[in-house]
């Protein structure tokens, strides 16, 4: 009897789930003319280059399990990145305004790779769903992370099967 739950195996379909996603697909290729590369795990010493954008990195974050707990709980984190280099100048109002498409860009990527992952896990769906748009990343990159939680309650005597 199993009764914990390797975080890998939550990467691995997570991944799965991703991978086959016409959306995700199809938004990356309209938008940046390829499809999202994938990565499991994180080195912080060498991280994905622009030329690897647009990319996915699932990361596996910590989890709360045992006896005495009323509900398992599944952290990871995921972190998206685009490469955008358009800006747009205009005035409104007698100001200059100046837009970076990426920001909204890297929101709906978020976005939908969330709305990807909790509509094809209907068994155990994402509990709670953090955005951060990560203001430190260089242009024409722009970067989010993604802090998601995935609560179990687990039955007595039951295998935890992701």
């Not at 998601?148 to 687990?154: A, G, K, Q, S, V």
Request: proline letters at 6%; glycine letters at 6%; a negative charge.
């Amino acid at each position: 009897m199993k009764m914990t739950l390797n975080l890998w195996d939550i990467v691995d379909r997570w991944k799965e789930i991703i991978v086959n996603s016409d959306e995700i697909n199809d938004f990356c290729t309209k938008n940046y003319g390829k499809k999202p590369m994938i990565f499991l795990g994180a080195d912080p010493k060498e991280p994905p280059e622009e030329e690897n954008t647009p990319f996915i990195l699932i990361m596996p974050g910590g989890k709360k399990e045992g006896a005495d707990q009323d509900t398992n709980k599944y952290v990871l984190y995921l972190y998206c990145c685009i490469s955008q280099n358009t800006k747009t100048d205009g005035e409104e109002k007698s100001s200059k305004v100046l837009y970076l498409p990426g920001e909204k860009q890297i929101n709906d990527f978020a976005d939908l790779i969330f709305s990807e992952l909790q509509d094809n896990l209907q068994e155990h769906p994402i509990s709670t769903y953090a955005l951060d748009v990560l203001m430190g990343t260089t242009f024409p990159q722009f970067s989010a992370m993604l802090t998601l939680t995935t609560e179990i309650e687990p039955a007595m005597g039951e295998e935890i099967i992701y």
